[in-house]
Nanobody
């Protein structure tokens, strides 16, 4: 199985910065893509940013220019640098991995437990 552990959430004032990290471990044979999603209270989970194994990135329009996703392929670590945070960024942020545990296995979607980000004065 694949385990994902997120860290770096917390309380920050509007305009502030936070850096989230996600460490993937376990029986990982290959990772196709990694990403961050978020879910605000009473809302559906939404994509924040993704990065493929080849380095291609995709961002939600609401975070473009403020968030930067990066990945350490050798260590299977995913980061999300967030600057210019707004109250509407408040949510639980989840790490997601599309990977497989063996060469003959199927691609699976794995989720972390989530980390709370609160933007408030």
């Amino acid at each position: 199985q694949v385990q994902l552990v997120e860290s770096g959430g917390g309380l920050v004032q509007p305009g502030g910065s936070l850096r989230l990290s996600c460490a993937a471990s376990g029986s990982i044979f290959s990772i196709r893509a990694m990403g961050w999603y978020r879910q605000a209270l009473g809302k559906q989970r939404e994509l924040v940013a993704t990065v493929t194994s080849g380095g291609s990135t995709n961002y939600a329009d609401s975070v473009k220019g403020r968030f930067t996703i990066s990945r350490d392929n050798a260590k299977n670590i995913l980061n999300l640098q967030m600057v210019g945070l707004k109250p509407e960024d408040t949510a639980v942020y989840y790490c997601n991995v599309i990977g497989k545990t063996s060469a003959s296995g199927v691609w699976g979607s794995y989720w972390g437990q989530g980390t709370q980000v609160t933007v408030s004065s």
